[in-house]
């Protein structure tokens, strides 16, 4: 596979980047080996994500921040056979318009789905102009867009904290996404605490690893999350590393 300087320069860049924000050695030759992966992957699940994204057209959004992960998405719920599992249990730290949670409502009709937002935005949303009247909609539209499945889905409306503080489970989801506050002290505290939520074998998505609103590193996703991949160092393994990272409790 011949690689073009553009797709180098850009690899180099994510690489420093890694090694800036404390990730290990682990993540480094993770990020490496997937890397070589991911066109692939992205080949080989393209009609699956074409025939997806032909399917939310009916959907009321405003923005699609989750269509470039489907393959990836794809290929891991292959690769686990989550389809051959009789309950899905899934958990959802940001919602925003429910996007990610159809695909896992409308793909797995033997999925459950937790879903937790404010649907308030976090700090990124300060800087944009129509913040006021987007997030006005923004929650009408998740409504709206996961209506058909209400037997199947859980509504938490509050911070992930306020979420954590009232739930007995332990060991109990299938599956977390984790896309909700980008300020990495409020991330460490989701990723360890979906960590403790999370069955032995499951699976956790954390998205915008490369993500940088903050001009302080130590501010931005991937330092959080590099610091909590250090601290469960023992207990996970990196399956895909993209923008996002997955990896699966062990």
Known sequence: ???????????????????????????????????????HIRALYQKNSSKFNSQISTMRLSTDWFSSNLPFW???????NFSRLKDVKALEIGSWEGLSGYFILN??????????????????????????SLLN????????????????????KGTSLSFFNCTQHKNYFDFIYVDGSHFSDDLLIDAIKCFGLLKVGGIIVFDDYFWRNYND?????????????????????VVRFYYQIIIQKI
Not at 140 to 147: A, E, I
Not at 217 to 237: C, E, G, H, M, V
């Open 1 to 39: 596979m011949i690689m073009t300087l553009p797709r180098i320069f850009r690899i180099f860049k994510q690489f420093t980047y890694l090694v800036k924000t404390k990730a290990s050695i682990y993540v480094l030759i993770k990020f490496l080996v997937c890397g070589l992966r991911n066109r």
């Open 107 to 132: 793909n797995f009709k033997n999925s459950n789905l937790t879903c937790v937002d404010t649907w308030s935005g976090s700090d990124e949303h300060k800087d944009l102009n129509t913040t006021k």
């Open 74 to 80: 794809f290929s891991v719920f292959d690769e686990f």
């Open 217 to 237: 590193d130590r501010k931005n996703p991937a330092y959080a999350i590099n610091t909590f991949l250090k601290y469960q160092a023992k207990s996970i393994k």
């Open 137 to 156: 909609k923004i929650e009408f539209n998740f409504d709206y867009n996961l209506s058909k499945y209400k037997k199947r889905l859980v509504k938490h």
